[in-house]
């Protein structure tokens, strides 16, 4: 019977404290009985004694603020330690994991979404219920939104039908391969530069223009005023000095303008009308990102030109799921806005 009072003594105590087990522990030390200790814990707690005893008790404004504290304080522990453990884990695991995954929680990205939830779990601790819920729903969105493995997926629906294409495995040679503007850039020191991932356009067209593959290469693209600097050239004479610096025969490039793909397409359709050629249709090849050719073809049937789609280079790699692919990163919010651009083209008909 000692030992159940002595149990019950530091049961009652650590419930009901809000020093928790401290308090708890200087009870078994006090070593008082049972039936004197419970009653005055209960007197002095009344919220704790509504949840043993099913009594509704009314609390002060203070002791439910002090209430909240203490279930942020207890709930944010429980947290800290789940998250502690599955870091241990991984540790023990996978230590070069581990220290991927601690640099991405402390990328802007990241962190912020972790910011998002540790302010909505507090502003529902404090029982602003309906700002709780606001925030947890953005911190939700943005979560998906800038998910790797979901933006991944989004992408695939653009890139993956085109899987089976390459470009430099042609059958026959093309006519006229045509090279989107868009890979280059003039860089701050004025040296012309490729853009990472479009860049490979440019570079696919001198590969195909070195095996045969291209006997003509055409550069699109203008300068769009209050985007590009007036000395930086438009696109089209940038990815013709490009292609020129790559081997390729200035007298084997042209150039036609235009401020957008479709603004493009309609230039090439004008270039190779039955009436402007006056011959049997060129084998046209359209080089562009992998996620952009879908859009390329919706356009060129749309003005009437008959072309290959080249992907030139794809923004999704091959998923290894890992946990910081469901995780909100960089390259996540990237991948889904190259997807959302194209969707959002597509409804407006662009």
């Given at each position: ?12 105590q650590t419930a009901t404290s809000p020093s ?100 909505a779990s507090i502003a529902w601790f404090r ?224």
């Amino acid at each position: 019977m000692k030992l159940v009072s002595v149990l019950c003594t530091f049961i009652a105590q650590t419930a009901t404290s809000p020093s928790g087990w401290w308090v708890g522990v200087s009870g078994l030390r006090l070593g008082q009985p049972w039936n004197i200790t419970l009653p005055c814990v209960f007197r002095d707690r009344q919220r704790s004694f509504a949840r043993i005893t099913g009594v509704k008790t009314t609390m002060t404004e203070a002791e439910q603020k002090q209430s909240r504290w203490l279930s942020i304080r207890t709930w944010s522990t429980l947290a800290l330690a789940a998250v502690g453990g599955a870091l241990a884990a991984l540790f023990h695991h996978d230590r070069l994991m581990l220290e991927k995954l601690i640099v991405e929680l402390v990328m802007p990205a990241c962190f912020v979404w972790l910011c998002l939830l540790a302010v909505a779990s507090i502003a529902w601790f404090r029982g602003q219920t309906r700002i709780a819920w606001i925030l947890f729903a953005l911190w939700i969105l943005y979560g998906v939104t800038g998910n790797t493995f979901l933006a991944d997926q989004l992408l695939a629906t653009l890139e993956e039908r085109y899987n089976d294409v390459y470009p430099l495995q042609s059958e026959s040679p093309y006519d006229y391969v045509i090279v989107l503007g868009g890979g280059t850039y003039m860089a701050p020191n004025h040296s012309l530069q490729l853009r990472a991932g479009a860049g490979n356009r440019v570079v696919l067209a001198a590969r195909m223009y070195h095996r045969g593959l291209a006997k003509h290469i055409i550069c699109t693209g203008i300068r769009l005023e209050g985007f590009v600097r007036a000395e930086d050239g438009s696109p089209a004479q940038q990815a013709t000095q490009m292609l020129e610096e790559l081997g390729v025969n200035s007298s084997d490039i042209s150039q036609i303008g235009g401020r957008n793909t479709y603004e493009e397409l309609q230039g090439i359709a004008e270039r190779f009308s039955p009436t402007a050629n006056g011959g049997p249709a060129p084998h046209i090849g359209v080089i562009s990102s992998a996620y952009h050719l879908p859009r390329v073809m919706r356009l060129a049937d749309a003005v009437g030109v008959k072309v290959d789609p080249l992907p030139a280079e794809f923004q999704r790699e091959p998923t290894v799921v890992n946990p910081i692919t469901f995780l909100p990163t960089y390259s996540g919010f990237r991948s889904a806005a190259i997807s959302l651009r194209e969707y959002l083209a597509y409804l407006v008909k662009r």
